[in-house]
């Protein structure tokens, strides 16, 4: 295990791009409890009660009006967010592009206290939804060693599945190949941008 760990770390790390499948049908009542909104609309957060891991994810983000949240709400306390990378021209995110008629999945957690009650689900119709009515085709990348999320996003209704490998050197990703549509990218400059 230590040895994989060595190599994930340094040398190859494997991932998985999930697309989602946007024509499933949403059930309102169940979408009530989510906040949708822009960074720029950040003022609305001072309503609610907000984990510090969230609050650095804003702050990292702030001022990028590419960047959707989504929150799930129960007594003014978040419970779980995601957020969207919803960018007007390519735009490079933890290693791999997103385009413009696409919307990247980033950054979903649900608190622990409030996990087995189908909050995910509820953020991820929220943002299919969303992606349906924006025209956007929906993913995210999870990696390998996730196998709750893996698990979790299979049965989220995607169409298709696809192999992204991330080549490092010395920690750093330099080569990003995505292998179902064997595209393979060179990472330097605006191509390392982080998440």
């Not at 979790?152 to 190949?177: A, F, P």
Request: charge should be positive; hydrophobic fraction near 40%.
């Amino acid at each position: 295990m230590q040895y994989y760990s060595f190599i994930e770390k340094y040398i190859l790390k494997k991932r998985y791009v999930f697309y989602y499948d946007l024509n499933e049908t949403f059930e309102m009542t169940s979408l009530a409890k989510v906040v949708d909104f822009s960074l720029s609309e950040k003022s609305i957060l001072a309503n609610f009660v907000i984990s510090s891991r969230l609050r650095e994810y804003i702050q990292k983000r702030e001022g990028q009006d590419v960047w959707r949240l989504f929150l799930y709400i129960e007594n003014h306390q978040v419970l779980g967010y995601s957020f969207l990378h919803t960018p007007f021209s390519t735009e490079w995110n933890d290693s791999l592009p997103t385009y413009k008629h696409e919307a990247r999945e980033s950054s979903t957690y649900v608190e622990v206290s409030a996990r087995g009650k189908g909050i995910r689900g509820i953020l991820l119709a929220s943002q299919k939804k969303y992606c349906l009515e924006q025209n956007r085709k929906m993913w995210c990348v999870i990696e390998a060693a996730n196998e709750a999320s893996i698990k979790s996003t299979k049965k989220s209704g995607v169409i298709s599945i696809e192999k992204n490998y991330l080549l490092k050197l010395w920690g750093r990703n330099i080569v990003s190949i995505l292998m179902h549509t064997l595209k393979i990218f060179f990472l330097w400059g605006e191509k390392r941008a982080t998440r």
